[in-house]
């Protein structure tokens, strides 16, 4: 296990009716914020209104910027960041899942930030300062409300890209699991994909005795593994969507990465068929998981096999290592197939001809990959595996 300092600011506020807080939560840090959200559902179902009131009470005064896509759009951030800089905001609130997760961050940083902030995401320069950021989370997913991360494409370049910075932690996040009963099937299972992803980027490390880590990667995998199908039968129990909703917090706020480094190339394959086809994130890795596997299991066949037989159900009695391992990774994809997910390229309308300049964009900044640094070429296999 490596050295590592673990902090975790966002206070979470979990539980049936929490939203009803928002008022008197953002007034502890601003009087004057920009909402920012994606889906016309929060007004069909009353939430925003509940949210505006809420904030009408604590005399807390609000912009509203509504219209981010999944794959959160470039254009719409800098948007975001001229209301800011004119009407003087204090705080972004984000209300959905991700995607308006993501784009309060950027236009959080954007806001202090003199450049132009794409920037930030292409690492031609580091800043660290940014406007408080607080969210209502309303899809199980990606779990950006306790994380540092916000991934953005640029909607001109077609280039989709990651900031990391503790200066985006949300202050605080509301999570009520009730709010996410009305997420559609298919919503759904791409968040329960991103969430088990989120834990096996990281599970897949060089750094040896990690085993408090793994343990509790491996017990949030089972956990989302057994809710997650649970949830689509029933969509509106709301244990189930509890413990989802808290898995997808787990996974992505850093606890599962302390003391051990993550790989995180199956992301950057996956964001590159998001970008350029405008594919659900958990269903670009559903397809690129077991492709990397597929890739870089003779790497280390013990740690497949741990994940094999811990996590996947593999059948050890009479098998090599070698065999356990691909059991697991095969286990894997029937899983994410039973969910209705696409396990392939083509399934999402990506064709041979589409990999080379995928294999280029994922590699703009150079190798991706610790567990196995991967260049152009490698990733050209990689995606071939997964046509």
Same mark, same amino acid.
């Given at each position: 296990?490596?050295?590592? /300092?673990y902090s975790?600011p966002?206070n ?5 009716? !929490?939203?009803?807080?928002? @008022?008197?939560?953002v007034a502890?840090?601003? +009087?004057?914020i920009l909402?920012v959200y994606?889906s016309?559902?929060? +007004? ?10 809420s ?5 807390v005064?609000?912009t509203?910027l509504?219209?981010?896509?999944p *794959?959160p ?9 001229? =209301? #800011?800089?004119?009407? *003087?905001?204090e705080?972004?609130?984000?209300v959905?899942?991700?995607?308006p ?5 950027? =236009?959080?940083?954007?806001?202090k ?7 930030l995401y ?12 607080? !969210?209502?989370l309303t899809?199980?997913a990606?779990?950006s409300e306790?994380?540092?991360?916000s991934?953005i494409?640029n909607?001109e370049?077609?280039? +989709?890209r990651?900031y990391n910075s503790e200066c985006?932690i949300p202050?605080f996040s509301?999570?009520?699991p009730?709010l996410t009963?009305?997420?559609p099937?298919?919503?759904?299972? #791409?968040?329960?994909?991103? =969430?088990m992803?989120?834990?096996?980027e990281?599970y897949?490390t ?6 408090? !880590?793994?343990r509790?990667c ?7 593994? /057994? *809710?997650?199908p649970?949830a689509?039968?029933a ?7 509890a413990n989802?909703m ?6 992505h706020n850093?606890?599962?990465s302390?003391?051990r480094?993550g790989d ?6 996956g ?6 086809f405008?594919?659900?994130h958990?269903?670009t890795?559903s397809?690129? #998981?077991?492709?990397?596997?597929? %890739? ?12 094999a037989v811990?996590?996947m159900g593999a *059948?050890?009695e009479?098998?090599t ?6 059991? @697991?990774?095969?286990?894997?994809k029937k899983f994410?197939?039973?969910l209705?997910?696409?396990v392939?390229?083509g399934?999402v ?19 991706i990959?610790n567990f196995?640094?991967?260049d152009k070429?490698d990733?050209?296999? =990689? %995606?071939?595996?997964?046509?």
């Amino acid at each position: 296990m490596i050295n590592f /300092e673990y902090s975790q600011p966002t206070n979470i506020i979990f539980g049936k009716g !929490t939203h009803k807080q928002i @008022g008197m939560k953002v007034a502890e840090y601003a +009087k004057n914020i920009l909402i920012v959200y994606g889906s016309e559902r929060i +007004k069909k179902d009353g939430l925003l209104g509940e949210i505006e009131q809420s904030l009408k009470d604590a005399g807390v005064e609000y912009t509203l910027l509504g219209g981010v896509k999944p *794959n959160p759009r470039l254009s719409l951030v800098y948007k975001g960041i001229d =209301i #800011c800089r004119e009407k *003087n905001i204090e705080l972004v609130l984000a209300v959905g899942g991700g995607s308006p997760i993501d784009s309060a961050k950027a =236009i959080a940083v954007g806001a202090k930030y003199s450049g132009d902030v794409w920037d930030l995401y292409l690492e031609k320069d580091s800043f660290e300062q940014a406007l408080p950021v607080a !969210t209502i989370l309303t899809i199980a997913a990606a779990g950006s409300e306790a994380s540092t991360g916000s991934v953005i494409t640029n909607d001109e370049t077609g280039y +989709k890209r990651a900031y990391n910075s503790e200066c985006v932690i949300p202050v605080f996040s509301i999570l009520n699991p009730e709010l996410t009963c009305s997420v559609p099937k298919y919503q759904t299972v #791409c968040g329960a994909a991103d =969430i088990m992803m989120h834990d096996i980027e990281r599970y897949f490390t060089n750094v040896q005795d990690v085993d408090i !880590t793994d343990r509790l990667c491996e017990a949030v995998l089972l956990s989302v593994m /057994e *809710n997650a199908p649970k949830a689509i039968e029933a969509p509106g129990d709301y244990e189930l969507r509890a413990n989802i909703m808290w898995a997808g917090t787990i996974a992505h706020n850093n606890l599962l990465s302390t003391g051990r480094i993550g790989d995180w190339s199956s992301h950057g394959m996956g964001h590159e068929i998001g970008a350029m086809f405008d594919v659900a994130h958990g269903a670009t890795l559903s397809i690129m #998981c077991p492709a990397w596997m597929k %890739y870089v299991y003779k790497h280390d066949i013990a740690r497949f096999k741990k994940f094999a037989v811990r996590v996947m159900g593999a *059948n050890e009695e009479g098998y090599t290592d070698e065999e356990i391992a691909l059991q @697991g990774i095969e286990n894997l994809k029937k899983f994410f197939a039973s969910l209705g997910l696409p396990v392939s390229l083509g399934e999402v309308g990506v064709g041979a001809e589409s990999i080379e300049k995928m294999a280029e964009k994922c590699t703009l900044l150079g190798n991706i990959g610790n567990f196995v640094s991967l260049d152009k070429n490698d990733i050209e296999k =990689i %995606y071939n595996l997964a046509l």
